[in-house]
């Protein structure tokens, strides 16, 4: 996690702190502003340290300033401290349960001495907290739930949490004079969503010479050893388990690689008879079962059930990338401006690209209404005589209740670009949702499905519809579905890709930035594309600007 979006955390950590503690409403104001000023930065935040920019950032008091720079320095901060050791510490991890803000924490501990996690589900569990006032039975339903939510997803971490501690483990191994080579393995390397053991696969030119080095640098146990290899367990303070499967014996590290990439319905889909063992590569041992190479991304068992014509490696990459769709500003709940926002798609080297901010029913995000679109409209037309970069002029309009958009017609009729979403009222039934939803996709104006599912994933569960259905109406109406790089979101879910690709649905692939920094979201979308086989071809992001405008008139 880059030391910008610790420090943000950091800082709102300690305005719920304050807030628990009764502090002044001014000064908890203050750091929730400091820690969304530092979110917002354009710049790295180590620079701004270092050259002392940050100290005249509007907003950044001297308070706030020694704050950063104490945590900078000890990954904590004497604030913290202060408020922290003086309750419960058990108190902190109750603000990670979604729907309890300082207010109800602070009743919870008050009436029921309520100081940690386990307290709040026995006390749920014995019926104590809808007696609470400003709780009741659905409240506390729904914090059983949560809780149930957060003891399930115990140990697991986002795609790009996994990839950010995948790396940490890499620069230790690079340090180790008996480490040969090494790779990523299991379900990392397979890009698997949500991530509960990272695994690398390390050659040695001495297993004694490794179990000296990794002593250096690690507290671990060895689980156990077959053949010639040997997988240890790191004792570290990250959530998923870290495991390292070494082997001194450099002809056996291409099946070690192979088999511990899997997955298992891949290798169980596979001769395995077939391989001697003697192989150089994984390209060998592909060669040996008799069948062309399959990229690590692509081994799960839907790769065995998708028809021939689908199991082509995907050749999709960055560099494929024309358009960059779907991106929010300050005009909605984005962080920069459209100035800067455009900016920085033109240095990352978008030929085009389209706004698409939210639409008024979205006020929670302070969605556009007409005469504001209007007026973003003319601030584009304005902007676009500045840069080289095609600036299209879009809107996320939501997806009504009764399947109605946002906008009505003549509005919609005037948009280069529409984004139809669902934001509110998940609770409905799978055919009301599934009606809904394809309501949206048969407006004629409608060019994309964004987060067709709404999962957050270790956060939300995806709503009750038919995919198959949707995507049927997607391909039907030349509306593309959009797989949203979130990493949070990854939805439309890779499962469904093979589906997708075989109805001939285009595909985008956005970030649904919010920021500059979002921007780099997009890997994560190409990474989940990938693993569904997907081609350039299918992907509208690729599209020149004349076939997207194409697409997009329909």
Known sequence: MSLKKLVSSHLNDIA??????GENRFKIAAFRNGANIIRRLERVLEEMIADGSLQKTKGIGKGIYSVILEFNERGTSTEFEKYFNNIPHGILDLFKIKGLGAGKIKKLYENLNITNIEELEKACSANKVAGLKGFGQKTQEKILQELERIKSNKGKVLLSEAIEIAALIEEKLKLMPSVVKFNLTGDL?????????????????????????????FIYNKLQTIASSTTYELSTDFEPKILLNVTSDKTEYPLLLFKTT????????????KISGKEKSEKDVFKSLGINFVIPEMREKQFHDAPQKLRKNSNLTLENFKGFLHFHTVWSDGTNTLAEMVNALEKFGYEYC???????????????????????????????????????????V????????DFPSDILSKLDFVVASVHSIFNLSEDEMTKRIIKAIENEHTNLLAHPTGRLLLRRDAYKLNIEKIIDACASNNVAIEINANPYRLDLDWRK??????????????PDAHSIDDIHYINYGIMVARKGGTQAK?????????????????
């Open 262 to 273: 899997g997955s298992k319905g891949f290798l169980d889909g596979l001769n395995l008879d």
């Open 354 to 396: 389209a706004v698409c901010d939210h639409s008024k029913a979205a006020y929670y995000a302070n969605g556009l209404n007409e005469e504001r679109l209007i007026k973003q409209k003319e601030q584009l037309e304005k902007l676009q005589k500045s840069v080289g970069i095609k600036l299209l002029h879009g809107s996320e």
């Open 538 to 554: 299918e992907v509208i992001n690729t599209f020149s600007l004349d076939e997207f405008l194409n697409f997009t008139h329909k």
């Open 497 to 510: 890709l093979y589906y997708a690709r075989e109805k001939n649905c285009l595909l985008s692939i956005n």
């Open 16 to 21: 719920d702190l304050m807030e628990f503690s």
């Open 398 to 405: 939501d997806i009504l209740k009764n399947g109605e958009l």
């Open 189 to 217: 390397r397979r890009i698997r969503e949500i991530i509960s053991t990272i695994e690398f696969t390390v050659l040695v030119n001495s297993s004694n010479s490794f179990s000296d080095d990794l002593s250096n640098l």
